[in-house]
């Protein structure tokens, strides 16, 4: 089924956080959940997302962070804003993502208000792009 509805990828390992995020983002976005390096890429494969809302602590190998790198490096990804909402609250883990290349780093809890309004301002942001 088609929809006007931008398309999120919601990278998160908590499950109790995927369902919420979820429920939350439907009305607004079209959502797909991973937790892990794999399940990342396996779904920027199958879709095109206009945001990605990426979590440092996920499952495997790699954390938010080193994933965010990479697709900041990849000309095929680089565009997707990222915003990164986290338990890592300190000023040296906003510094940190920033300079892996989110676009917005959010640290919980953080008011739904504002993450809907970030999520919508970036993926409002990345269609202007094109």
């Not at 190998?61 to 680089?78: F, I, M, Q, S, V």
């Not at 609250?89 to 919980?108: C, M, P, R, T, W």
């Amino acid at each position: 089924m088609e929809t006007n509805k931008p398309r999120i990828l919601i990278t998160e390992d908590d499950k109790e956080n995927q369902r919420f995020l979820r429920m939350f983002l439907r009305k607004n976005f079209e959502t797909d959940i991973c937790d892990s390096e794999i399940s990342l890429y396996e779904n920027l494969r199958v879709h095109k997302y206009d945001v990605i809302l990426m979590d440092i602590s996920l499952k495997g190998n790699k954390n938010g962070l080193e994933l965010t790198r990479e697709l900041k490096a990849d000309p095929e990804y680089k565009d997707i804003p990222i915003v990164c909402l986290t338990a890592h609250a300190f000023k040296k883990d906003a510094q940190n993502a920033i300079e892996a290349g989110v676009d917005f780093y959010l640290s919980k809890p953080v008011d739904n208000h504002v993450l809907l309004e970030t999520l919508i301002n970036a993926a409002q942001g990345k269609k202007g792009k094109k």
